[in-house]
T-cell receptor
């Protein structure tokens, strides 16, 4: 069975500081990897996804993530955060040829001025 | 309207009430989904529809009854709910299923409170 672990439930950070949100997954087969963001009172929005190819993936709003197959990780990074990045971030995996997205429990990023 | 819309945004109901949640997608997608989002838990996939046909039901209690009259609309009919059913219910759509790389587009959700 597949699973996604987001070890940090909350990450507080000051504005303009770098941030890394951790995601590890478990799967016996190849997967696609996603990061979604949920702003207050909104649905989830895709930040970026890894399907194949380059392990460094760039997404919207200056975020990027790196796929590490040996460590089964897909950590999300941003070199300098803004107040507006305050939101809940979800890592997810899906299997090839399936419709099912398996989500982690989410990490709440709180950016302080 | 654009994207995925959901109504109502907030709903409070008693355990004996019957209500329905509505989702509409304006993206021309063929697949639609219902998720349940509870605090401190991963999003739970409830139902998947492809071209108006239910293709997945993840052991959801029968007090939740989905309906997909066409590829643009999805309903979740609720009856005799329990307080533990209080959560954010999210609707999503994607181009098609059976391709795990397709992005799912989410609506803003309905915040349900069961008293």
């Amino acid at each position: 069975a597949q699973s996604v672990t987001q070890l940090d439930s909350q990450v507080p950070v000051f504005e303009e500081a770098p941030v890394e949100l951790r995601c590890n997954y478990s799967s016996s087969v190849s997967v696609y990897l996603f990061w979604y963001v949920q702003y207050p009172n909104q649905g989830l929005q895709l930040l970026l996804k890894y399907l194949s190819g380059s392990t460094l993936v760039k997404g919207i709003n200056g975020f990027e993530a790196e796929f590490n197959k040996s460590q089964t990780s897909f950590h999300l990074r941003k070199p300098s955060v803004h107040i507006s990045d305050t939101a809940e971030y979800f890592c997810a995996v899906s299997l090839y040829n399936t419709d099912k997205l398996i989500f982690g429990t989410g990490t709440r990023l709180q950016v302080f001025p | 309207e654009t994207g995925v819309t959901q109504t109502p945004r907030h709903l409070v109901m008693g355990m004996t009430n019957k209500k329905s949640l509505k989702c509409e997608q304006h993206l021309g997608h063929n697949a639609m989904y219902w998720y349940k989002q509870s605090a401190k838990k991963p999003l739970e996939l409830m139902f998947v529809y492809s071209l108006e046909e239910r293709v997945e039901n993840n052991s959801v209690p029968s007090r939740f009854s989905p309906e997909c009259p066409n590829s643009s609309h999805l309903f979740l009919h609720l009856h005799t709910l329990q307080p533990e059913d209080s959560a954010l219910y999210l609707c999503a759509s994607s181009q098609e299923i059976a391709n795990g790389y397709n992005e799912q587009f989410f609506g803003p959700g309905t915040r349900l409170t069961v008293l």
